[in-house]
Structure formats: structure tokens, C-alpha cells
């Protein structure tokens, strides 16, 4: 199995994050990105995995659209 090279997430990519939830739209790309991040065993705090699953929270129940 090859493995992707895991980084911690900046302080940016959470900024847009929360960009993300006021304008209530992400583009597949940072879909992806953060999809990765969650599902790749990176090092994340409590905090950071609990915004991520809001996220995707978000996306299941239609409060957030994800656009091209």
C-alpha cells in the first residue's frame, strides 16, 4: 500500500474552514484536502477533528454546498 505523506494542517486551512461556514459553500478541492487530512491519521487535536466532522456534518444535511 503506498502511503501519502501526511502534514499537520496550518492555521490557514482552519481559517478557511471557518470561511467555509460563514459562506456556507467549498470548493472540491478543500473538500478533498480536508477529507484527507480527517481520514489520514494526521496529527490533529481534539478541537481541529471536531471542526472537521461539522464539516462534513455540514455537507450531509445540506447547511453547506459543495461547488466546483
Not at 467555509?20 to 489520514?40: A, Q
Amino acid at each position: 500500500m503506498v502511503r501519502a505523506k501526511t502534514k499537520r494542517a496550518t492555521v490557514s486551512e482552519f481559517d478557511r474552514l471557518e470561511q467555509v461556514f460563514m459562506t456556507g459553500r467549498i470548493k472540491r478541492s478543500e473538500y478533498l484536502r480536508f477529507s484527507n487530512m480527517l481520514l489520514s491519521g494526521e496529527q490533529l487535536s481534539e478541537s481541529e477533528r471536531e471542526r472537521l466532522g461539522r464539516l462534513f456534518d455540514h455537507l450531509r444535511i445540506g447547511r453547506i454546498k459543495l461547488i466546483d
